[in-house]
């Protein structure tokens, strides 16, 4: 089966609801095009693929960099400090 909102597809023996947006292929209301296209509104809302910015903030991208940074700033010093027999500073 696939289904017509979020196009996921699944084995038939698995029953008519979608897994992904739950919706049921099988019921007669599932059929109007204008419900199928309501619900696919309501499921790009509520999914955070379709709308990344919507749920993501600044801090949460800057966070993996800063770690970046950071930790190549340290391999840094650890690597000057193994290079000059111990003596970092003086």
Known sequence: MKCPVCFAA????????????????????????????KAREAFKAKVSAYNPDSRVSRWDVIQPWIGVVLGFVLFCLWLRACATGGKMFF
């Open 10 to 37: 699944w084995p038939n023996d698995k029953g008519s609801h979608c897994p992904q947006c739950q919706w049921d292929v099988a019921s007669k209301e599932s059929q109007d095009f204008q419900n199928i296209l």
